[in-house]
């Protein structure tokens, strides 16, 4: 089997800091693989090397089944089918909006008119068709990257590396955006690693998500497992709201258990260990206010279509998701209850 994307393996060190460890990870047919990790945790860094701009210290990547890099040699970015948005990846100084986007199409083997119409229509997607004739120099920042997303989308390759494309751009456009990729996916099968710190982004569009951690790929899984079954107090954090809250295990079951908390007995999906004691997150849409448990609210965010609720409980704090506005303030006693729960393989505390 051939994947449009193949590392195998891969390190990378700066100078002597190693910044990918042994990192191994595939993408699929059609499949947009988020990479998700906080600032600094590697994605630029594996992001580049697919496409070919800092060399291996160890290691091999296949695109599309053919090695294009190992610690020995590797090929050029312009042999490597790949369309890429960098954060910080300029644009040819010389050339306007229309004509950067025109290029990739052009090079596909359409003539002047024709890419120059497919080039115009996919600034207007981005909304800077008006910008048509401005060189770079002339672009805000965000606008920029929009010409630079065009062009990539221009390409059409089989492979897109996206590294936080939307951080500059407002939420319509990230939608755009996103349909626009979809899209093209559909059409053309393309696969796209997409590289995030934000998880709620990755959660929307990834087929899969892996979580990165000091370049170290430290689980990858569905959005749906990697936000129900984190690995580990970091990984939980990193990819969600997450109340981690100590309890007291009546009875263990593998669909459903029991738990003590405050001295009531509440009965959870979700397995535990039979320990007597677990460290389990619960995500804000796994417990509801009004219940048997007592607690006091300590902030409340309204968000528009929801409002999310701090509670203090015996157990610990607690974050609560509940559609509409506030139905409570701060300081004020509430009741809850508790529905779910996903007891953290590695429930040690967290370390600093
Ligand atoms: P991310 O994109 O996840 O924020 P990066 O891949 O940019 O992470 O950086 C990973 C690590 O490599 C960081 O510790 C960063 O300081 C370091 N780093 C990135 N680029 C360079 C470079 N050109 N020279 C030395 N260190 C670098
Ligand atoms: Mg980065």
């Not at 990378?12 to 990918?20: D, G, H, K, Q």
């Not at 599309?64 to 644009?91: K, S």
């Not at 407002?170 to 796209?192: I, K, Y």
């Not at 790929?217 to 954090?237: C, L, M, T």
Request: net charge negative.
């Amino acid at each position: 089997m051939t994947f449009p994307l193949e590392c195998r393996g891969v390190s990378i060190a700066y100078e002597a800091e190693s910044v990918l460890r042994a990192l191994d990870l595939e993408v699929g047919d059609e499949e947009v693989l988020a990479v998700l990790g906080p600032s600094g945790s590697g994605k630029t860094t594996l992001l580049y090397a697919v496409a070919g701009f800092v060399e291996l210290a160890g290691g091999e990547i296949s695109i599309g089944g053919r090695i294009v890099a190992t610690a020995h040699g590797q090929d050029p970015p312009e042999e490597r089918d790949v369309g890429f948005v960098f954060q910080h990846y300029a644009l040819w100084p010389h050339l306007d909006a229309l004509d950067t986007v025109a290029y990739p199409l052009r090079r596909r083997g359409l003539d002047g008119d024709g890419a120059a119409s497919q080039a115009r229509d996919l600034l207007e997607r981005m909304g800077i068709a008006h910008l048509a004739h401005r060189k770079p120099a002339e672009l805000s920042g965000g606008q920029q990257q929009r010409v630079g997303i065009a062009r990539a989308l221009a390409g059409r390759p089989a492979l897109y590396l996206l590294d936080e494309p939307t951080a500059h751009l407002d939420t319509p456009l990230r939608v755009a955006l996103q349909e626009e990729l979809a899209e093209q996916r559909q059409e053309s099968g393309a696969a796209a690693v997409y590289a995030t710190h934000d998880s709620g982004e990755a959660l929307a569009i990834a087929d899969r998500i892996a979580l990165l951690r000091d370049g170290r790929v430290v689980q990858v899984g569905s959005p749906e497992a990697i936000y129900a079954k984190p690995n580990d107090v970091w990984a939980a954090r990193l990819t969600g709201p997450a109340s981690i809250l100590d309890v007291e295990v009546a009875r263990a079951g593998r669909r459903e258990s029991v738990l003590r908390c405050d001295g009531r007995t509440v009965k959870v999906r979700g397995a535990v260990p039979d320990s007597g004691r677990a460290s389990v997150l619960v995500r804000p849409d796994w417990a509801e206010l009004g219940g048997d448990l007592p607690g006091r609210v300590a902030q409340v965010w309204y968000r528009g279509p929801y409002t999310d609720y701090r509670l203090e409980t015996a157990v610990g704090l607690v974050e609560i998701r509940r559609d509409g506005p506030p139905v409570a303030r701060p300081g004020e006693r509430v009741d809850w209850c508790l529905r779910r729960v996903w007891a953290i393989p590695d429930g040690a505390p967290e370390e600093s």
